[in-house]
């Protein structure tokens, strides 16, 4: 997110150049109080003006573009370094990694690197494989649009409730940083009555990670609730300000967001409301997004009986993928359990409601497949079976990246580069 | 055809309220404030809310005296209550996205006999184009378009209007006949971008209303219908502004000699009646003159390629500082006019995978049988391809996307 200034000193050094001194004021396209740490430091920047615009004074606003905005941080902020994964085990950590004042959740494996903020109804900002860019950024999720970003709908109406505005909270035993062959991590928090949690898995030797809602409504002045649980993804490369992503569904067709427009360029028309509502997410159970310049992907897996529609924003100006769950009357006592598994990979291919994908780190390389049923694989002619990693998602590791990979029968093939 | 004897003007005039703090919108509760403060202060005007902006809406006026009085009392008193508030008033069609720009919409009055007021609406529509470049303001992010108008509600104003079927047929948005005021219907040209200063809503309000005018006393149209050739010069309006180039017939015209030639004189003799005084039209002749709109002016302040919230930021800081975009019109050395372009480019920006082709006649303001000449063309080309899409629709794919 960037920030916001008021100038404190202006220094004309040329004609239209001046240096800045500046007063943090306010964070630009955020949901999110600025962090208290951040709020009233000061910084100097320099920044040439148009000769046609009044010179700057003091009291005047100023908003820091995205460089700016990370120098800013740079001079104010300590940034907490990311844990490094030693092999065969996972990690996370809990710390401000992005330097926005707040503690994010840091969980990283050999092949997979996510974060997640509990700020802003809990907010999954950044995930890619190691060492890649990523196709979540936090900074643009909490958008202007204050849309919400994963939890429980409710009916605003009635409960006055915004999502965007609730803070989760670390778990009082949750320690610093941990290390093991398997890990799980929970942010919570108590929204209109209902304890809801987001509970992240990773485990050493899988580039998935499990990303589960879970909601219950065991209060002690419990009543039926009725519900409606949605996950909600703004995907946008990281750094990036231009749309740069590719949805691709299950029945392998693309949906192209412009490269060269903030809005996608057919976002807008209603039309495609119907027509991506129609993407048939009953038997498939997934759906991928793919960065344009680098073909980084995330891969979202589903219960299709879960998820009964998805859906993405014909107007925002980002990306904007929603798995939406059916209405749910939670009665007093009751559960309710949303998973999901999002894994990054570095290429893929999606044919006829399967898809298959792979992820390497140092000489080994994972093959994810993705579809309604388990199905062999064959790998350099040779028939293989894969082990169940998430709803709709299965992968086999290997100690080489392979030449050819096509399920038995009909689907699509993959020829991973350096096989 | 029934002239206009008394001419009156309405504006609605859209006006981004943005906060001090974050030079982004200052939010619905806060702008609600600020309306509920002015229908306070200003009781004879209509300020409203119109999707995250506040309207200034003049009602009815029957001479030029006032309207300046209306919309300068009302931007000021807006102006001082969004102050309090931490607020500055941004009337510009920019915004930190390439969507939804403010607008200044104009009701053009008053007729009285719809089939009457369907034939002036046909008379209009050749000088839209014109309309949109000289009132400009909104340049997309990429500098790429002077003007969102492309697509966006000039649509309603750029099109054909038939009484033939008056029962059946809809409204077209453009000509709210009976529909705003008593008595007063009028004709709404809904392409104009937000004006920066009071005096240049009034020019281009009175610029409008003074062409309906004298369109409503001529025997004959000036143009001969075309509405492709409006289509096209409505694309080179909204890339180019007042440096576009339009077809008229076999010729070329700039904007600024559509303007200077036709629309001004139309528009002063049409508007004697509405009492203007002497030069009411000076802002508008200079913009003629050095081919410039207000769209130039803000390129000038925010560059294209500036970060879109630090550009907002800026607008933000100058308008509340106080601005002068007609003092920097005056000021500049006339501009070349541009070539005129084809609809080619938006086409293909129009397209890409599996893109059903009613997506693209949304997109571009060009009649159906054109656009499916224009898909054909491009398929013998190489550069899109057509198929049936599921229910039997056509979707084109553009082929470099394809590779």
């Known amino acids: ?419 | 055809m029934q002239q206009i004897e008394n001419v009156t003007i309405g504006i609605d005039w859209e006006i981004l309220v943005n906060s001090q703090n974050t030079g982004l919108s200052a939010g619905k509760e806060r702008i609600l404030q600020i309306i509920s403060e002015a229908k306070r202060k200003l009781p004879d005007l209509e300020v409203g809310e119109d999707i995250d902006l506040l309207e200034v809406r003049l009602g009815m006026t029957s001479d030029f005296a006032e309207l300046w009085e209306k919309s300068h009392r009302a931007f000021e008193t807006c102006s001082k209550l969004a102050a309090r508030k931490k607020a500055t008033l941004v009337p510009l069609g920019y915004r930190e996205a390439d969507y939804n720009p403010a607008g200044g919409h104009v009701h053009a009055g008053s007729m009285q006999n719809y089939i009457d007021t369907a034939e002036l609406h046909n008379r209009l529509l050749p000088f839209v184009p014109a309309l949109i470049s000289i009132a400009s303001s909104s340049p997309s992010l990429d500098g790429r378009t002077r003007s969102q108008r492309i697509k966006m509600n000039a649509h309603h104003c750029s099109n054909p209007m038939t009484p033939m079927d008056p029962e059946r047929s809809l409204h077209l948005w453009g000509t709210d006949v009976c529909v705003k005021y008593p008595y007063k219907p009028t004709l709404e040209l809904r392409a104009a971008d937000s004006q920066p200063i009071p005096a240049m809503v009034c020019e281009i309000a009175a610029l409008y209303a003074g062409l309906a005018s004298g369109l409503s006393r001529r025997d004959k149209p000036v143009f001969k219908s075309d509405v492709l050739q409006y289509g096209l010069n409505r694309i080179n309006a909204a890339r180019n502004g007042m440096r576009a180039t339009f077809r008229m017939g076999d010729s070329e015209i700039t904007a600024s000699e559509i303007i200077a030639e036709y629309i001004l004189p139309i528009a002063v003799d049409g508007l004697n009646d509405y009492g203007a005084p002497d030069g009411p039209f000076a802002i508008a002749e200079t913009m003629v003159r050095n081919r410039i709109s207000i769209a130039d002016w803000v390129e000038t302040l925010v560059p294209s390629g500036t970060d879109p919230f630090r550009a907002v930021g800026e607008l933000t800081r100058i308008f509340s500082v106080g601005v002068d975009p007609v003092g920097w019109i005056a000021r500049q050395k006339p501009r070349q006019a541009a070539p005129f372009i084809g609809p080619e480019d938006d086409f293909l920006e129009a397209v890409a995978i599996d893109t059903p082709i009613h997506h693209v006649y949304e997109a571009l303001p060009l009649p159906r049988s054109y656009i499916e000449s224009m898909a054909e063309d491009f398929e013998k080309a190489g550069k899109i391809r057509r198929r049936k899409g599921k229910r039997n629709e056509f979707r084109l794919d553009r082929t470099d996307l394809l590779q």
Request: proline share 5%; hydrophobic share 40%; glycine share 8%.
């Open chain 1, 1 to 419: 997110m960037q920030l916001a200034a008021k100038i404190i000193n202006a220094k004309k050094i040329s004609n239209n150049r001046f240096e800045l001194n500046l007063r943090i004021e306010d964070t630009v396209e955020d949901t999110t109080k600025i962090s208290r740490s951040v709020k009233n430091r000061e910084i100097s920047i320099v920044r040439d003006f148009s000769s046609e615009a009044p010179e700057p004074s003091t009291g005047q606003l100023i908003v820091l573009d995205v460089a700016e905005t990370a120098k800013a941080r740079a001079a104010i902020m300590s940034v907490t370094e990311e844990p490094l994964p030693k092999k065969g085990e996972a990690v996370s950590a809990v710390g401000d990694f992005n330097s926005d004042g707040y503690d994010e959740l840091h969980m990283a494996n050999e092949t997979t690197a996510m974060q997640l903020s509990p700020k802003r109804g809990g907010m999954l900002t950044h995930i890619a494989a190691r060492g890649c860019e990523g196709l979540i950024d936090g900074r643009t999720m909490c958008g202007v649009g204050a849309k919400l970003p994963c939890g429980i709908y409710f009916d605003s109406a009635k409960s006055g409730f915004d999502i965007a505005k609730a803070d989760f909270h670390f778990s009082r035993s949750n320690p610093t940083i941990s290390r093991g062959a398997e890990l799980q991590t929970a942010v919570s928090a108590k929204i209109s009555g209902l304890s809801t949690k987001i509970i992240l898995g990773l485990k050493a030797d899988c580039p998935a990670v499990n990303f589960d809602l879970r909601i219950s409504n065991n209060g002690k002045k419990a009543k039926s609730k009725k519900i409606h649980p949605i996950i909600n993804f703004r995907l946008m490369p990281v750094g990036q300000h231009n749309s740069q992503v590719v949805l691709a569904s299950p029945p392998g067709e693309e949906l192209r967001y412009a490269k060269r427009d903030e809005i996608p360029v057919w976002a807008w028309h209603e039309t495609w409301y119907f027509y991506v509502g129609d993407i048939r997410t009953d038997n498939s159970g997934f759906i991928i997004a793919r960065r344009e310049d680098t073909g980084e992907a995330l891969l979202i897996s589903f219960d299709p009986k879960q998820i009964i529609r998805l859906w993405h924003d014909q107007e925002g100006p980002l990306p904007q993928l929603v798995l939406f769950s059916d209405i749910k009357n939670l009665r007093k006592g009751a559960d309710f359990s949303l998973e999901t598994a999002l894994c990054p990979l570095e290429n893929f291919a999606v044919a006829d409601g399967y898809a298959i994908g792979y992820i390497r780190s140092g000489n080994s390389c994972h093959i994810i497949t993705a579809g309604p049923k388990p199905r062999k694989l064959v790998i350099d002619g040779e028939e293989i079976m894969l082990s169940k990693i998430g709803p709709t998602l299965y992968q086999v590791k290997l100690d080489k990246t392979p030449g050819r990979v096509e399920f038995a029968g009909n689907g699509p093939v993959l020829r991973p580069v350096g096989g």
